[in-house]
């Protein structure tokens, strides 16, 4: 059980552009390691080591560039990765409806059937009311797609460690 495969987990982060992605991935991370795959697709990951019960476990997690467009991600981007959250902003709405197409984008590119998904409904501090999605709506989507759910705030730091520790802890529990 002390492989180092076994303590290792690639996470992606999916989703319409500006709906936070990588002031999520910035706010949970501290230190950086950029990778440019090329000039058209940019994509970088950040490490973390968490301690889940006592286990260092470091979660690399991979953000695609803020010109990168969906159709544009490929198949590397989904290839090994062990858990992907999937994140939208709940002030516009049209970006939770395109959930379920990015959902579908994972089941038809990811190699992993096992993989965990987390659907995440980020800028909870910006909820307005003509504009937004609510928690309910949200939640009970997530249900019906059988993933997990939670609203954050990257601007606020609210849920977001809590987001991506609670996947590693599923990652790891899954392992063991
Ligand atoms: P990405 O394209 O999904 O990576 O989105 P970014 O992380 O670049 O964020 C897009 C915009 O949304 C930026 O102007 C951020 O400042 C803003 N933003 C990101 N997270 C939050 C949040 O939790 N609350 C609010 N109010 N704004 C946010
Ligand atoms: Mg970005």
């Known amino acids: ?3 180092e495969e076994d303590k290792f ?17 910035s706010r949970f991370c501290h230190n950086k390691f950029t ?8 994509v970088e990951f950040t490490t973390k080591t968490l301690n889940i019960d006592g286990n260092p476990i470091m979660a690399q997690i991979w953000d695609t560039s803020g010109h990168t467009k969906a159709r544009a991600i490929t198949d590397a981007y989904y290839r090994g990765a062990s858990a992907a959250l999937l994140v939208y902003d709940v002030t516009r709405h ?14 038809n590119h990811g190699d992993n059937p096992n993989m965990v998904v987390m659907l995440v409904g980020n ?8 504009v937004m999605v609510s928690t309910e709506v949200g939640r009970s989507f997530a249900e ?4 997990y759910f939670m609203e954050t705030s990257a601007l606020r730091a609210s849920n977001v460690e809590k ?9 790891h529990k899954n392992k063991v």
Request: no cysteine; aromatic share 8%.
């Open 1 to 3: 059980m002390n492989r």
């Open 123 to 130: 800028k909870s501090d910006a909820r307005r009311e003509s």
């Open 163 to 171: 987001a991506f520790s609670d996947v590693v802890e599923i990652l």
């Open 35 to 42: 990778l440019q795959f090329n000039s058209t697709i940019g």
């Open 9 to 25: 987990f690639k996470i992606i982060l999916i989703g319409d552009s500006a709906v936070g992605k990588s002031n999520l991935l």
């Open 144 to 147: 019906k797609e059988s993933v």
């Open 94 to 107: 049209m970006t939770f409806v395109n959930t379920q197409k990015w959902l579908e984008d994972l089941r």
